[in-house]
């Protein structure tokens, strides 16, 4: 019997994420193993009068190509990869892992040259989002691997996936739509503000976090539920030199930082002018190293952003909801987005959250913004903005 939640999902993503509409051509992205995904998607794709197709994709195939490719075939760019960057209208993608650990006992070398045959696929794909050429979601589709990551049963995190997209309620878009204009305020107050400053004081053992971000050049982007679902942002692109400073600190990581299912604990990063200048770990620091060496851009900050989501609380794991809890802050090293004026290019987008509220002994941060406090222990001061009644 399929899941009527995966339907509700489905709708949601086409008629509001997506917002698909006659003769669009879109591609529906993901592992096999959310099969049960796909169908809703395709026929909520047909009822919008679009071309739907599915591409397929396999952790198997991702693991021969790390044992068995040559550094060529690791790093090579598919034409038909480029043509459908050019060519689609939208994307609908959702991870489905089977193993979130597949790929940790290749060495970080290579995964660095896979991202590396990459990189023009996402360059092209981001420029065409930012002209407002193409429109896409990413979303996620429960597995037992991804309920392990998070230390729950499957049923409990089919819960904390579908309740973090509002799928329990009688009209999720509209929902959405609500979150989105509240998220917008914030956006506003933040549009126009030449530095934002994340500070934690120091504790348990570590020099907390002091990092000032230029934004003078960015333009922020509201993220109600359109890229990412479910979604719980806002974010901008810091403004690198020569145009500006870009970001100058340090930022002490609280939760691991998760990428291509590797987890790399106690992550510091120093800035001067944008660029990662320090990097350490206390858990897989070289496999952090390789990635940031992987190209002249993975070590620029592309991204900066501020979670909104108090409907997540917990760490879980999954960067797509671990970066929107309520009353913590991201920030990506590589790549950004064109549209919130970061030109940064780069085979890397990783996203690392840091926890600013008052909890489990944490002793809660600020953010200001221009010098003015305007988010402190996890709470925006603001009570017309996210996370108040």
């Not at 917002?19 to 169908?39: C, H, S, T, Y």
């Not at 994709?57 to 044992?67: P, Q, S, Y």
């Not at 996620?140 to 409990?156: G, I």
């Amino acid at each position: 019997m399929s899941d009527s939640r995966l339907h509700k999902l489905a709708q949601v993503l086409v008629k509001y994420s997506t917002r698909l509409k006659k003769d669009d051509l879109v591609v529906i992205r993901g592992d096999v193993l959310g099969m049960p995904l796909v169908a809703p998607l395709y026929e909520e794709c047909l009822r919008a009068g679009a071309h739907p197709m599915f591409w397929a994709r396999m952790e198997l195939h991702d693991e021969m190509l790390m044992e068995f490719g040559s550094s060529e075939q690791l790093s090579f760019v598919s034409p038909l990869t480029m043509n459908m960057a050019e060519t689609i209208d939208a994307s609908i993608s959702y991870w489905a892992e089977g193993n979130t650990k597949h790929l940790s006992r290749f060495p970080s070398a290579n995964a660095a040259l896979m991202q590396q045959g990459r990189k023009p696929f996402m360059n092209r794909f981001l420029q065409r989002a930012a002209e407002g050429k193409l429109r896409w979601v990413g979303t996620q589709y429960p597995t037992a691997a991804a309920a392990q990551d998070a230390e729950m049963s499957l049923r409990q995190y089919e819960s904390f996936v579908y309740s973090a997209g509002l799928l329990h309620l009688p009209d999720p878009a509209a929902a959405w739509a609500q979150i989105f204009e509240r998220q917008e305020l914030v956006r506003k107050f933040l549009q126009g503000k030449r530095e934002v400053h994340f500070h934690v004081p120091p504790h348990n053992g570590h020099d907390g976090t002091d990092l000032r971000v230029d934004v003078s050049g960015a333009t922020w982007i509201n993220c109600g539920g359109h890229e990412n679902f479910p979604d719980g942002e806002v974010f901008a692109g810091p403004t690198l030199p020569p145009k500006g400073y870009g970001v100058e600190g340090h930022v002490n990581y609280t939760f691991p930082a998760v990428y291509e299912g590797r987890e790399v604990e106690g992550v510091r990063l120093v800035f001067r002018q944008g660029r990662v200048v320090e990097a350490s770990a206390t858990r897989n620091q070289q496999f952090l190293l390789d990635m940031l060496d992987q190209d002249a851009g993975a070590r620029n900050l592309g991204e900066i952003a501020i979670g909104t989501n108090y409907g997540i609380g917990e760490f879980s794991k999954n960067t797509l909801f671990d970066e929107k809890i309520g009353g913590t802050f991201h920030a990506a090293v590589g790549a950004g987005y064109p549209e919130s004026g970061s030109h940064n290019e780069s085979g890397l987008h990783w996203d690392m959250v840091c926890d600013l509220r008052q909890h489990n002994g944490l002793p809660g941060g600020t953010i200001s913004a221009d010098g003015e406090i305007f988010h402190r222990k996890g709470k925006f001061l603001n009570p017309a903005f996210p996370g108040n009644a």
